[in-house]
């Protein structure tokens, strides 16, 4: 599974084999360990490649939080309301059911030092859509804007 974020550029962030911390179910994780700290994550399907302009990928979802642990715990609340939804009135929140029918598996990085995971997550959206030709199925454009504002030339 780590070979799906190879999008990540070791300079630009920090090298794969740096995450952490994982989580293979998100729906069924206990997150009691997981810590406290900013950070940022990237949710990935174990089992479907989406299909993206220039490529495929497992990744549905890169955020940020000011608490991995509480972010992490909110988006487990609102993945099990989505599978527990038989009418799919869901339909709104587009990342969760991704997560509910291709599964939500996590990976996430702490920040270091001085780093700001508002920064970090506009990197790895950034660096994925460097990649693929496209943000995330299941991200909005905010993060974005402040890569391309980042990087332009």
Known sequence: MKRDLLFIKAKAFRPIQGIDGEILNLE???????STK?????IA???TKFIYPKGESKIIYIGKANAIRR??????QHLRSAINDLNDEWWRFDRYNY??????????????????????????IGMFYDKFGSMPVGNGARSFE???KENRI
């Not at 069924?28 to 997981?34: G, Q």
């Not at 900013?38 to 990237?42: A, K, P, R, T």
């Open 71 to 76: 972010r992490l715990k909110e988006h487990q």
């Open 38 to 42: 900013d950070g940022v994550y990237i």
């Open 146 to 148: 402040c890569y391309v």
């Open 28 to 34: 069924e994780a206990d997150l009691t360990n997981v």
């Open 99 to 124: 997560m509910k029918y291709h599964g939500a598996q996590v990976y996430y990085y702490l920040c270091k030092g001085r780093q700001e995971s508002k920064n970090l997550e506009s990197r790895l």
């Open 45 to 47: 399907s174990p089992k």
